[in-house]
């Protein structure tokens, strides 16, 4: 195979690079042509590989012109279905994996912090009772109760330890937010509704014609996203409008700050 291996380089690492390429290349019996951007000649080969230094996460200004000057195709290459259905497999897969694990570590940080504040108020009901059983006294009493009927719960609410019902007290506000108590739980909800939300754009993307991939994607998702900002709406039981407008104008909005990424660092999104 008569192979062109085309590179730039500003402090020789690149060069470095392209050699050892080429002399892998050549120890399996293929013949190599080693040509510096700004020096290529284009002639016919079976294969062109090209190699450029970053900068500013994008190739040289000498490798962006060598490119752009490739001859291009007459007609977009059709994309192909089996290609698109393994490519978005992968992504689901990676994006479900990484929303459980956030999720995971998320809801093991909330049960780290809890359990430190019990420790906490262990160590104090232990070192200063008296302090403590007033300070829950005053929770009480700002909750609606009178001072001696706050005192009198604080001194003999049920409870064989008092930090036990100080932590109780004290931590109810966190507990009752915590979304999902067990950390496997949090983890396996997150994951199985991510993938559910990505599998109908994926479907949509395996099915739609090659012109109109990206459109039918596009579509297809904000109308999960809705569908995704009404369930959660009528889950926690609050009106539907408002949170699945939010969820669509935010993931509208996340859509097109990444194409626009994408335009600006030359990759098609």
């Not at 962006?64 to 290609?83: Q, V, W």
């Not at 754009?201 to 099915?207: E, F, K, R």
């Amino acid at each position: 195979m008569h192979i062109l291996l085309v590179y730039d380089s500003i402090f020789g690492c690149t060069a470095e690079v392209a050699n050892i390429i080429a002399d892998e290349l050549r120890s399996i019996g293929h013949h190599v042509v080693m040509q510096e951007v700004h020096r290529t000649a284009l002639v016919r080969h079976d294969l062109v590989i090209v190699g450029s230094p970053t900068r500013g996460f994008l190739p040289t200004p000498g490798m962006r012109e060598f490119t752009a000057s490739l001859p291009r195709p007459d007609r977009p290459i059709p994309c192909c279905p089996g290609a698109v259905l393994i490519e978005g497999v992968a992504g689901l897969a990676a994006g479900a994996i990484s929303m459980a694990a956030g999720e995971y570590i998320s809801v093991s940080s909330q049960s780290d912090v809890e359990r430190a504040d019990m420790l906490r108020e262990k160590r104090a009901s232990i070192d200063t009772p008296a302090e403590e059983e007033t300070e829950l006294a005053s929770i009480y009493e700002s909750r609606g109760l009178t001072p001696a009927t706050a005192a009198l719960v604080a001194r003999e609410m049920p409870g064989t330890m008092p930090w036990k019902r100080m932590s109780g007290t004290n931590l109810a506000c966190l507990k009752s937010t915590a979304p999902i108590r067990s950390r496997h739980q949090a983890a396996l909800a997150s994951g199985v509704t991510f993938s559910g939300a990505a599998a109908l754009p994926l479907i949509a993307s395996v099915l739609a014609p090659s012109g109109m991939i990206i459109p039918l994607v596009v579509v297809t998702t904000l109308i999960c996203l809705a569908g995704l900002g009404a369930l959660g709406a009528q889950a926690g039981g609050a009106p539907k409008l408002r949170p699945t407008a939010r969820v669509l104008f935010w993931g509208a909005a996340a859509m097109a700050i990444t194409a626009v990424i994408g335009r600006l660092f030359g990759v098609d999104v």
